[in-house]
């Protein structure tokens, strides 16, 4: 089979190419990035060679550079995973969130209707179902769960998902969709908490906590999320949401605290800084439906996992230096020096 995998030179994406090359060498790869800001081809040096797998450079806007690579590759499974994907940015700038992470997942499935396809999947996020209180732990996003959004990224996001629902009713495009919550893992850009306050933890610069510190999101590591996609775009049912998530609700001011800990460092660096707008407070999913239809469970817990992501981003350190030494440090001053 020829799997075509968007945004593959990104943190989720590059994680699901190794994943799909080691357990099924029989497959095909085709990655297509535009590498923005947040794509990076030297996390896929290792691969780049391989006789079963292509990088192509090229926007999913891009009608005509998409369906050219539709032409030569005739993928049967399509893997979404291009987007415009962080918050903070989408709140700055929504037009170019609205661009990709809509109109690109358009002119995606216009492709697979045109060249038709086994399946083609969106790697949607937990945030199209906004943020649940915090003083109701019994709450959990389930598939039925409104959509109902907060930021310019999660209204894409959602946008997104209506659009990929849309094609499978009215043209029969058969699709899934999963929902994930925050991942963390190797090759996460350092914009993102986690990498963001190791690399400052390591560099004794202050960790700025937005608000207090109290909202809480659900972790995954990220192999965890490249198992359950695998599992839904081969047995998945078509039409159908899937929520994927391990049940790891942790507040932001204790992830601080734990890698400040496990780096040796002191709590002085924390900053409590300007709440980010509209900040959702907790999200948390029930993977029930996963797990009883693929029998998908999490298989690294987050205290491993953290600890094995600390390990990656020491000895790493070239790899996300070099990303945060160019133009990271403009947007960095303009998202945190006067916050
Ligand atoms: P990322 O920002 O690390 O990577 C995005 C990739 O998409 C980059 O390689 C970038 O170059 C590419 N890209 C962006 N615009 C493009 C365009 N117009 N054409 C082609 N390529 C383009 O993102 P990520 O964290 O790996 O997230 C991947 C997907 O998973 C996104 O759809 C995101 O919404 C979803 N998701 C992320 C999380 C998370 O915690 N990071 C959780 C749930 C869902
Ligand atoms: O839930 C899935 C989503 O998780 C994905 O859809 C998004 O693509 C992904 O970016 C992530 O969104 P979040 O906004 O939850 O992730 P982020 O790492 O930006 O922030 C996590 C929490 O930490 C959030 O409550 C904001 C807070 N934060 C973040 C940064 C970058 C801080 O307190 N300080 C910071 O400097």
């Given at each position: 089979m020829t799997i075509l995998v968007t945004g593959g030179a990104g943190f989720i994406g590059s994680n699901f190419i190794f994943y799909e090359l080691e357990k099924h060498p029989e497959d095909r790869i085709v990655c297509l990035d535009k590498l923005t800001y947040a794509g990076n081809l030297s996390t896929l040096k290792n691969v780049l060679d391989a006789p079963n797998f292509r990088f192509v450079k090229a926007d999913i806007c891009d009608r005509a550079a998409v369906y050219q690579l539709f032409e030569e590759e005739h993928p049967d499974i399509?893997?979404?995973?291009?987007?415009?994907?962080?918050?903070?940015?989408?709140?700055?700038?929504?037009?170019?969130?609205?661009?990709t992470n809509i109109m690109g997942t358009a002119v995606l499935m216009d492709a697979c209707r045109g060249y038709g396809i086994k399946r083609y999947h969106q790697v949607s996020t937990d945030e199209v179902y906004g943020?649940?209180?915090?003083?109701?732990?019994?709450?959990?996003?389930?598939?039925?769960?409104?959509?109902?959004?907060?930021?310019?990224?999660?209204?894409?996001?959602?946008?997104?998902?209506?659009?990929?629902?849309?094609?499978?009713?009215t043209y029969g495009l058969p699709v899934s969709i999963s929902r994930c919550s925050n991942n963390y893992g190797p090759y996460q850009f350092p914009e993102k908490l986690i990498p963001l306050m190791i690399a400052n933890c390591l560099a004794d610069k202050p960790l700025p906590v937005y608000g207090e510190g109290i909202n809480v999101?659900?972790?995954l590591y990220v192999e965890d999320h490249c198992k359950a996609i695998d599992l839904i775009m081969r047995k998945g049912?078509?039409?159908?949401?899937?929520?994927?998530?391990?049940?790891?609700e942790m507040r932001n001011i204790d992830i601080v605290k734990l890698i400040i800990k496990e780096l040796g460092k002191s709590?002085?660096?924390?900053?409590?800084?300007?709440?980010r707008k509209g900040h959702d407070m907790r999200y948390a999913i029930d993977p029930a439906k996963i797990h009883a239809e693929l029998g998908w469970l999490p298989e690294t817990m987050f205290a491993e996992g953290i600890k094995k992501t600390i390990r990656w981003y020491l000895d790493n350190k070239e790899w996300w230096e070099t990303i945060i030494s160019g133009e990271y440090q403009k947007y960095y001053q303009e998202m945190y020096g006067n916050r």
């Open positions: 399509v893997v979404h995973f291009a987007a415009e994907s962080h918050v903070d940015r989408s709140i700055e700038n929504p037009g170019v969130f609205l661009e943020d649940l209180p915090l003083d109701r732990p019994d709450l959990f996003f389930t598939e039925e769960t409104p959509i109902h959004t907060s930021s310019p990224y999660s209204s894409s996001k959602a946008a997104a998902d209506l659009l990929v629902q849309a094609y499978h009713r999101r659900d972790w049912r078509v039409g159908e949401v899937y929520n994927i998530g391990g049940h790891n709590e002085d660096l924390i900053t409590f800084v300007k709440d």
